[in-house]
């Protein structure tokens, strides 16, 4: 994917310059190549958020917090960091940006930590534990261990939200949202069927379920004709 995307991510600054749509490009487009881990965009993030360690008065451009904080996070150092400036921060943006970059480690037993801190309700807000939840089941690293935490902890989430909520149809269709195999789809049928008499009605588990039926769909026609193009085109980059 670099090989397509690096020249105009050469061309980013790291910086809140430009009109709206220049920014959200530079925003998203080191954001992309800091999870690719494109070397120089890993070298600049982690300058920056040393900086931003040694003096938060620095500062720290709006755009490149989503990448500068993942980068960051990496470290059980730089986690933890981020952590303690999200208990004090009053900026609900910037609290958002750190969850994001909270929930981007790789490291499972972090991750887990996360989940628990947001189940707690003290240190991150009952509202955003869906949020974290939904994070969390995004990174490769989290996704499992999100579905298992739904799993063990379905009757503490409806004690904070009810089941129409519009918390428990994101923590549903957002954790199931990359299942792509039978397994899975079986994994996640047997689950709510068992729970039948609270989610019988409940509309996010059959889109759950539905998503997972498209996405085996998807992968069964299109994922041998993917893994050819992707072949051929690293033989005609080495």
Known sequence: ??????????????????????????????????????????????????????????????????PVFSVGAKTSVGWNFLLEKYKTSVSAAQQSKIRSALASSRDGATLSRLLELAMEGQVIKTQDLSAVIYSVSRNPSGQYLAWNFIRKNWSKLLERFS??????????????????????????????????????QLRATQIAIENIEKNIKWMERNLETLRKWVLHNLNEST
Request: aromatic share 10%; net charge negative.
């Open 1 to 66: 994917i670099l090989q397509y995307f690096k020249a105009v991510i050469d061309q980013q600054t790291w910086s809140d310059e430009g009109s709206i749509s220049d920014r959200m490009l530079r925003s998203n487009l080191l954001e992309l190549a800091c999870d690719l881990e494109y070397p120089p965009c890993i070298q600049k993030a982690k300058e920056l958020f040393s900086s931003w360690m040694e003096s938060s008065e620095a500062g720290m451009p709006t755009d490149v917090m989503v």
């Open 163 to 200: 089941l129409g909520s519009f918390s428990m149809r994101t923590i549903i269709t957002g954790c199931t949202a990359h299942f792509s195999s039978r397994e899975e789809l079986a994994e996640v049928k047997m689950f709510f069927e068992s729970l039948q008499d609270e989610t019988s």
